[in-house]
């Protein structure tokens, strides 16, 4: 079954004037103190970008290349 808007009674908002005012201040605190929460991804950004100035951030890349490397050593290896 859909529900439609006007399945639902309409209600006016039954605040007065200083109840509003109150309300919205209290909306603006909010929003105001929300501004400085960071992100659920802020810290493993400041990882990654911590590893990347460091030079430990390990690209598939990387592993590929050291593989190979390693590959070569272990092939030069067995034929000595």
Known sequence: MIMRKSDFPE???????SEAEYLL???MRL?????????????RIQELKEAIRKGTFVTDEMIDEVAAKIA???????NE
């Open 72 to 78: 070569h050593i272990f092939l030069d290896s067995r």
């Open 31 to 43: 929003k105001k103190e929300m501004e400085h929460i960071p992100g659920p991804n802020e810290g």
């Open 11 to 17: 209600k006016k908002p039954s605040l007065n004037v």
């Open 25 to 27: 201040e209290a909306v």
